[in-house]
């Protein structure tokens, strides 16, 4: 298998292409939102990266840690990574509730589209430190 089995698919193709119109990250990230509800909507695409992760055996020997959010991968570059995570039901439900820690991103942006499920809500904090 492909390191890179995603990499000439249009939709990463048009991603990669954003991504050379756009080097501004903010806006490279406001105009990928339309590319990854398609991605999200295409059934057809969505069974293909399942199939290709799940007979990828570097994929199913992957360890998991307590940490690890559960993904796909599709595709990755030196300027973006793509993949589709999944937030399962924490064992104790309570509506409005996915997660219980705070993490961040180091100084990546996220752009997310909710593929299935009513997406979810972000906290955004003021990255300024002021040291005494």
């Not at 990854?36 to 840690?65: C, H, K, P």
């Not at 589709?84 to 064992?91: D, K, L, R």
């Not at 705070?102 to 100084?107: M, R, V």
Request: some cysteine; aromatic content about 16%; charged content about 20%.
């Amino acid at each position: 298998m492909s390191t890179q089995p995603f990499e000439h698919h249009p939709y990463v193709e048009r991603l990669k292409k954003l991504n050379e119109l756009y080097p501004e990250r903010s806006e490279f990230h406001a105009r990928s939102g339309e590319i990854l509800q398609e991605m999200g909507a295409d059934n057809a695409f969505l069974q293909t990266v399942i199939r290709r992760n799940f007979d990828d055996q570097g994929y199913l020997d992957q360890q998991w840690s307590l940490y690890n959010i559960p993904f796909l991968y599709i595709y990755e570059c030196n300027d973006f990574y793509l993949k589709i995570h999944f937030f399962p039901a924490m064992q104790n439900y309570r509506p409005g509730q996915a997660a219980h820690c705070i993490h961040h991103h180091n100084n990546y942006i996220l752009t997310t589209a909710a593929i299935y499920g009513s997406g979810y809500e972000t906290m955004l904090f003021d990255k300024q430190v002021d040291f005494v």
